[in-house]
């Protein structure tokens, strides 16, 4: 079975606070992607990963950057955070393009 | 630009009811879709993927079917329980890496 973890369940912080949120992957899967899930929004892609030090932008990427150094762990960091990124953040990886995304149990943040 | 509609956005059955589930997306040039669930305050789990050349998966209870050239995808749920009970997203994907989701249905099950 895949297994997507990640780092934390819940996370609070303040505002302006540097935070990292990691997501760890146990099948060798080469694409990891960083959502975010709102209501009444949907899940939105931040970013996402098809090999180690590669990344794209997705549909939001402002306010966020990511970090691929080894190919199991993929970080989204909030440079700054701010009350509008408090959100549940999900965490998926691929095997590759076109196969299954399986999804780690979710992040919730809450920037106070 | 390609847009996921779900629908009805909530759902509520009694036990063991047969039901289905829709999901229709406006650009028909996808390379997969795929269903999930997601349990309150839960990641999503992955039920079923149907690539574009394919017209249906089955897995126990579940099967999803996807007709392509009308934009329309069903997961049909047999004999629903109650731990059945969840939202229901459906994703296509593109040419892209990028998976476009739905709004999602809520779906509960009524013992």
């Known amino acids: 079975d895949v297994k997507v973890t990640q780092s934390s369940r819940y996370l609070v912080k303040r505002t302006g606070e540097k935070v990292f949120l990691e997501c760890v992957q146990d099948m060798d899967h080469e694409n990891m992607f960083w959502y975010r899930q709102d209501p009444g929004l949907g899940l939105r892609l931040i970013y996402f990963s098809y090999d180690v030090k590669m990344k794209e932008k997705g549909d939001i990427p402002e306010g966020y950057s990511v970090s691929r150094e080894k190919k199991e762990r993929f970080s989204l960091i909030l440079e700054s955070a701010s009350t509008n990124q408090t959100s549940m953040y999900l965490c998926?990886?691929?095997f590759g393009s076109g196969y299954e995304q399986y999804f780690g149990p979710g992040t919730r943040l809450t920037v106070t | 630009k390609q847009e996921v509609t779900q629908i009805p956005a909530a759902l509520s059955v009694p036990e063991g009811e047969n039901l289905v589930l829709n999901c229709s997306f406006t650009d028909s040039a996808i390379y997969n879709l795929q269903w999930f669930r997601q349990d309150p305050g839960k990641g999503l789990t992955s039920l079923l993927l149907i690539q574009s050349s394919q017209r249906e998966q089955t897995s126990g209870r579940l099967n999803a079917s996807l007709d392509k050239s009308s934009g329309r995808s069903t997961l049909y749920i047999a004999a629903s329980q109650p731990g059945d009970s969840a939202t229901y997203l459906c994703a296509v994907k593109g040419a892209t890496n990028k998976l476009i989701f739905g709004t999602g249905t809520l779906l509960a099950v009524q013992p």
């Open positions: 998926a990886s691929s």
